[in-house]
């Protein structure tokens, strides 16, 4: 029997087994969620292809793989807040991902904002 640990946490098994699950977003606001099974990079790839096929403005606003899943289950994004108590991300799984593919153009501007939001929130931390 696999336990949860082994399929969300096992390292890069669970990633090649179980895919990648993508939600892009449209300039109208639609959304579009898409599972794709095997290597993330791969997984990715062929998702991102077949959104900008459909609707060239399609933008990743969601990544998620075994290993994302368990981490924020386990709570390990959970200890970032910025100056208002809000929790941050240290790095944002999506922004990491595309940056594997070269594809960073595919980022959902709102989170390439809460990327700069981010760092300017490190920066006043760091003032301090």
Not at 12 to 40: K, Q
Not at 62 to 90: C, F, K, W
Request: glycine share 8%.
């Amino acid at each position: 029997m696999t336990t949860t640990k082994q399929i969300l946490g096992g390292g890069f098994e669970g990633r090649a087994i179980y895919g990648v699950i993508v939600t892009f977003e449209n300039e109208r606001g639609e959304l579009r969620t898409r599972h794709y099974d095997g290597p993330p990079t791969k997984a990715l790839l062929r998702l991102l292809r077949e959104a900008e096929a459909k609707d060239p403005t399609f933008k990743v606003v969601s990544y998620s793989n075994p290993q994302s899943i368990y981490g924020d289950l386990v709570g390990s994004r959970a200890h970032y807040v910025d100056e208002t108590g809000h929790p941050q991300a240290p790095n944002w799984p999506e922004v990491g991902a595309l940056a594997r593919i070269h594809r960073l153009d595919a980022l959902h501007p709102r989170l390439a904002t809460r990327k700069v939001d981010q760092r300017r929130n490190r920066e006043r931390q760091e003032k301090r």
